[in-house]
C-alpha cells in the first residue's frame, strides 16, 4: 500500500480540489507512478481528519481529469496515460528501414499525448479527408505551410507553395519537367543518395563538384556550367546527409552569385534546415526566382508524414510542378496534411522539432564520448555522424559487424559522385532506439575498430 499523502493548506481552496491537485502534481513529478493504488478512501479520510465524502468527491475530481480509475471492489489506480491507452501492434514498434537517416523518437509521455491529441482532432474529419482534394493542398494548409516556412525567413506567396508527398517525389516531379534522359545535373562531390537513384532511374548524368569545409568551391561550380550545361543544381546546403556540413552565409552568396549569372536553376533540398535554432538563410532567400526550395517534414517532423513544403520560383512555375505531381502520385495525404497543419497551429510541430534538436545534441555529446580516438565529423543538430575508418580499415567488414544491430550505418558508395569511394560510413544515431543502446552500439564499432588494430 503506498504511503502518499496530500498535503492540505488552510488557503481557502476547496480541499476535494487541493487533493485532485495534489494527486496530478504526484503524478507529474513521478512520486505517483502509473498503475499504482492510491490509498482506499476511508483510511485517507482518516489519515487526513477530514470526511470521507470529501475524498470520494476529490477522487471522483481526479477520475474526470482521467488522472485515475477506479474499480469496484479493487479500488483506485494512477490512469495509463492517453497516448499508451490503446493497444500496441508488436508488428510495427521495429519496423524501421535502417539505411535511413532517422531523427530521433519521442519518448516523452506528454509529447506523444500532445502528439496523438492532433490525431484525434483530424479523426474528427476523418470522411471528408478521405476524399479527393487539391494536388498540392488546400488553403488552410498551405497557410500552415506558410507559417512554417517563416521559420527559415522565407514568406512566399499562397500561389508559390505546394504541399507535396515527400522531398524524393517533389524531386522526382521536378527532375521530370527539367530535363530529358542524358541532360546533367550538377551536386555535391558527396551528396544524398536518393538524389543518385533518382538520376540513375531517369537516366540523367549527375557531376560532382569538389568542396572544401564551407561547400561546393564556386569556382568549380562556374566551370562546370561552362563544360557540361548542366539542367540544374541540387544541393543539401544545411546539416548536410552525409557529411553534417553547413554551407556558411559567405559561401552561399558566392554560390548564388554564379548561379543568377548562369540563370541556372537550385534544387535546395533543405530537409535538415528546420533543425537548428539559427541556420543561414536559405538560397531561396538568395536567388528567389531560380530556387526550387524543398522544405521536407521527414527530418523536423517525421518520415511517415511524408509531406514537403516546396515554394517554387514563381505561380507558373508552381503550376507545373502540380501538373507534373497530379500525374504521379495525384496527391498528398489530405489525412497527414491536416495533422500537420494542426501540430502547426497549436504548437505541437514546434514542440518535435525542440526535441529532435535536443535529443540529437545529446547523442552527438555520447559518440563524442564512445568514439574518442576515431575522426568523425557531426554537428549538435545533426542526427548522424560521418566516420572516417583508420588506415587499413574495411567499411565493407565494418558494415558485416553491424549486421542485426540498429545502430543504422550507411558506406560511402552510397554517397559518392565525385572520384572513387573512401572509407567513409554514415553513422545514424537516431531512430528507435534510445540513448543507452545507442551508446552500446557506438561503443560495438570502437571495439571492432580496436580489436582489428585499427585505432589510432
Known sequence: ??????????????????????????????????????????????????????????????????????????????????????????????????????????????????????????????????????????????????????????????????ITPGAHATMTALLSTMTRPGDVILCEGVTYPGLRAIAARMSLQLVGLPMDDSGILPGALDAAIHLHQPKALYLNPTVQNPTTLTIPQARRMEIAEVLIRHRLPLIEDDAYGFIPAIAPAPFATLAPDLTWHIGGLAKCLGAGLRLAYTVAPNARAAYTLAQALRASAVMPSPICMALATRWIEDGTADAIRRFIRTESAARQIIATETLAGYSFKGEPEAFNIWLKLPVGASRAELMGRMTGRHVGLMPSDAFTVLGAPDEHVRVCLGGVINREELRAGLLFIANSLSDAGWMG
Not at 62 to 90: C, I, K, Q, W
Open 1 to 162: 500500500m503506498m504511503k502518499w499523502l496530500p498535503v492540505l493548506k488552510p488557503d481557502g481552496k476547496p480541499r476535494y480540489l487541493q487533493i485532485a491537485d495534489a494527486i496530478e502534481t504526484a503524478i507529474k513529478t513521478g512520486e505517483i507512478n502509473m498503475g499504482e493504488r492510491l490509498p482506499p478512501q476511508r483510511k485517507l479520510a482518516e489519515k487526513l481528519g477530514i470526511d470521507f465524502t470529501t475524498v470520494s468527491r476529490a477522487y471522483s475530481e481526479a477520475n474526470a481529469r482521467r488522472l485515475v480509475e477506479s474499480h469496484v471492489g479493487r479500488g483506485t489506480f494512477v490512469s495509463t496515460p492517453a497516448y499508451a491507452r490503446h493497444e500496441v501492434d508488436p508488428r510495427r514498434t521495429r519496423d524501421e528501414d535502417l539505411s535511413m537517416n532517422m531523427p530521433p523518437e519521442p519518448q516523452d509521455p506528454d509529447l506523444i499525448a500532445r502528439m496523438q491529441e492532433g490525431l484525434r482532432t483530424v479523426a474528427a474529419n476523418l470522411v471528408s479527408l478521405l476524399r479527393y482534394q487539391s494536388t498540392t493542398g488546400g488553403a488552410q494548409d498551405k497557410a500552415a505551410a506558410s507559417s512554417w516556412l517563416s521559420k527559415r525567413g522565407m514568406v512566399p506567396s499562397l500561389e508559390r507553395i505546394a
